[in-house]
């Protein structure tokens, strides 16, 4: 059974950092891509980054995170992170894990989600 477990999420002053992690266990086919997409209220679940397990990051096409947010891994602890900085009130959202793998035994599963506050 696979299980996402994150952490890392809670309440921040504007300007301030957080740091996400999501540990992935149970894995027994590795791990393609990792990820994390952000919901804020009354809002679509949108990208925040995603990174391959060559370590190719990708992230959203907004201006919102360039700059600001960085995702990284550590394929040998199945753990993605999410390096957050100079938060911004717009920045509050739930915060979602994503891991995915293709083709043989492939799977698309969620984390239970961690929530982001950033105070004004």
């Known amino acids: 059974q696979v299980q996402l477990v994150e952490s890392g999420g809670g309440l921040v002053q504007a300007g301030g950092s957080l740091r996400l992690s999501c540990a992935a266990s149970?894995?027994?086919?590795?791990?393609?891509?990792m990820g994390w997409y952000r919901q804020a209220p009354g809002k679509q679940r949108e990208l925040v980054a995603t990174?391959?397990?060559?370590?190719?990051?990708?992230?959203s096409d907004s201006d919102s995170v360039k700059g600001r947010f960085t995702i990284s891994r550590d394929n040998a602890k199945n753990t993605v992170y999410l390096q957050m900085n100079s938060l911004k009130p717009e920045d509050t959202a739930v915060y979602y894990c994503?891991?995915?793998?293709?083709?043989?035994?492939?799977?698309?599963?969620w984390g239970q989600g961690t929530q982001v506050t950033v105070s004004s």
């Open positions: 149970g894995i027994i086919f590795s791990i393609n891509t």
């Open positions: 990174i391959t397990r060559e370590g190719v990051s990708n992230y």
């Open positions: 994503n891991i995915r793998r293709w083709g043989y035994r492939g799977y698309d599963l």
